[in-house]
């Protein structure tokens, strides 16, 4: 010991004996920043892998309701529809609102159209929590008051996610000029 009272060899002992728990406080948080930084990385990739099904889900259920409307099924094109839904349509020069109306204008079209095929191609899908819309260029063709028809165009719907169920509540349609 020092005349000033200072233990030297006592200071350097408990700095010696300190620097393993020094070092094992570092390993420590340096082991949980590495545990963090992997539970974030696999929530975003739960984060991805959700939107990757909302997306695929949203891609079928514009199928669907092609589907529906070959087979006539109104009430299977209908449960995709939402009661606020609008619509833009391939002609139309104002909104066209209301579920109603949306399921009419498509009954009307299966009492004259027979053989309806459609095909959609380059899909896009972006998902933003509840909001799902995609984009895409459409081709059909059938027999319209005895006479064949085929159209192409592209299209913009939006889906809304309510009680876990995946409604389009707007679309908009253009004809694309005949090639």
């Not at 975003?44 to 099904?53: G, I, P, V, W, Y």
Request: proline content about 2%.
């Amino acid at each position: 010991m020092l005349e000033n009272g200072f233990d030297n060899e006592k200071y350097l002992k408990e700095q010696t004996e300190a620097i393993p728990k020094k070092v094992e406080g570092n390993k420590l948080k340096r082991l949980s920043l590495f545990f963090i930084g992997i539970i974030i990385l696999c929530y975003s990739c739960n984060n991805k892998k959700d939107n990757t099904l909302v997306e695929e889900k949203i891609k079928a259920i514009v199928i669907d309701m092609w589907d529906a409307i070959e087979h006539e099924d109104i009430e299977r094109y209908a449960s995709h529809i939402h009661p606020d839904y609008t619509s833009f349509g391939e002609t139309e020069i104002s909104l066209s609102m209301a579920k109603e109306t949306e399921i009419k204008m498509v009954k009307d079209w299966t009492l004259t159209a027979k053989d309806i095929h459609t095909e959609m191609s380059s899909p896009r899908v972006s998902v933003n929590g509840d909001i799902a819309w995609i984009t895409y260029i459409w081709s059909d063709s059938g027999i319209e008051n005895g006479k064949i028809f085929s159209s192409k165009g592209k299209s913009s719907r939006i889906f809304i996610n309510e009680n876990n169920e995946w409604l389009c509540i707007h679309s908009h349609f253009t004809l694309l000029p005949e090639e």
